[in-house]
């Protein structure tokens, strides 16, 4: 049993940048590396050989998170999401996840990965206070899987892992497909059929141009309103109604009661205006936005200021000044550049 109590919290009132969008979602990369190669985040082909990853010791150390996460949740921050790489891969989180549940005005912890380790850690991330999982899943074809994992994935394994995150008690998982044009889009209607009648939410997201490594081009998006239509012909859907602007998935349901789906639409919908979320690497890059061709680094406020507010301020300041809307703006003449890529970032 729990007998931590509860620390005396005063709500703050939310930073909000030049389009008045409040700062109140946290993604915190807590590593940057990964023991998949998905071609449409970190594709093996485009690492070189090199040793991009960085060397532990610049890593954010746990108590250094836990601040950080601290003096955003100062500024309005209510929701944070544990990111990578694959964060399982960091040594030690559940006892991580256990200190940043006691933070005072977090209301909502949860995690994206890609599920193959879930079976030794689903159980003490639960007891540690985290609330929600995500997992990656692109598809049910092994060969298919295997392909876009660059050889590292195993259908058996992520199945497994989602199990293993059911018997530690999660509630329903939202499984994140990213879907690519002649690649796995036509296993998808089988992934959909899968999942169609579990408390599970599957969401399709379109291929977008996180980064530059996956060579992304507009040819390769399926457009959402074809799954969405390609769906309905089967099972018919109704809008699942949401007072969250910010959101990034439209959520349906079937209209059986088998469930609910969610399409993730940055290219051919998006949902800039009512972005909420802040991102920070693993060495302590700040970045406002996924698309970010740069960021502002806070490790040396995190790691050597004697000032407790200056990071406070800092972050405050840089969200102020936020005027981010790429996929508003995307194609623009002189708007695509060169941008972080997705495994620096986390998602």
Known sequence: MDMRLPLKF?????VQDRHQRALRELRVSVIDRCNFRCTYCMPADSLQGRGVFLPLEKLLTDHEIVDMVKAFAGLGVRKLR??????????????LVDQLASIPGLTDIALTTNGVMLPRLADDLFDAGLNRLTVS???????????????????AHILDGIKAAEAAGFGPLKIN????????????????????????RLRLIEYMDVGNSNHWSEQDVVPNAEWRAAIEEKWPLRPVRSGNPAETARRFEYVDGQG??????SITQPFCGGCTRARVTADGIFYTCLFSSRGNNLMPLIRHSEDPAALSREISAIWAARDDR??????????????????????
Not at 138 to 152: C, H, I, N, R, Y
């Open 82 to 95: 544990i990111t990578g790489g694959e964060p399982l891969l960091r040594p030690g989180l559940p006892a």
């Open 177 to 200: 497909t990213v879907v690519q044009k002649g690649v796995n889009d036509h296993t998808i209607m089988d992934l959909v059929e899968y999942f169609r009648g579990t408390p599970h």
């Open 10 to 14: 005063t709500e703050a009132v939310p």
């Open 137 to 155: 899943l692109d598809t049910l074809d092994p060969q298919v899987l295997a392909e876009m994992s660059g050889g590292k994935a195993k259908l």
């Open 326 to 347: 790429y996929s508003e703006e995307r194609g623009l003449p002189g708007h695509d550049r060169k941008k972080v890529e997705m495994y620096r970032l986390g998602g």
């Open 260 to 265: 609910e789906i969610g399409f993730i639409s």
